[in-house]
């Protein structure tokens, strides 16, 4: 099965506004929304997609996660070292992305218009937080 889902994400000077909708079965629909003070956002991260960028093609996605001072994410992978008959335990290395909103915009799915809102929302989160470089 396949099921939909939105996210709309709306920022002013005094609030962000998060709305989710996801289709369940049998037609019916859960709605979650999220109001949080702009003044906890924290930061933010963005992951780009370039599909040729040899080419100067442009952005064809990108993943906009924001820390909203709560929860985060921990990407984590075994750590190796250069020597390739290396046996040893090295444990693991990681990487920790604040993942209170998170939210992917691609222009194959979601079409251009919608990508260009997401850069022109990354603008406005730089702007508010004092952190826009022109």
Request: proline share 3%.
């Amino acid at each position: 099965a396949v099921f939909r889902h939105l996210t709309i994400a709306s920022l002013t000077e005094r609030a962000i506004i998060q709305l989710h909708v996801d289709e369940l079965e049998g037609g019916s629909v859960s709605v979650a929304t999220a109001v949080r003070r702009a003044r906890d956002i924290a930061g933010y991260s963005t992951m780009e997609v370039y599909t040729d960028p040899e080419n100067a093609s442009g952005l064809s996605e990108m993943t906009i996660a924001l820390d909203l001072k709560g929860a985060r994410r921990l990407e984590l992978e075994p750590a190796r070292c250069d020597d390739p008959n290396c046996m040893a335990d090295h444990g693991y290395t990681g990487t920790s992305y604040p993942d209170d909103m998170t939210f992917r915009v691609s222009a194959a799915a979601d079409g251009q218009d919608a990508l260009d809102e997401a850069v022109e929302f990354v603008d406005c989160l730089a702007g508010l937080m004092g952190t826009r470089s022109e």
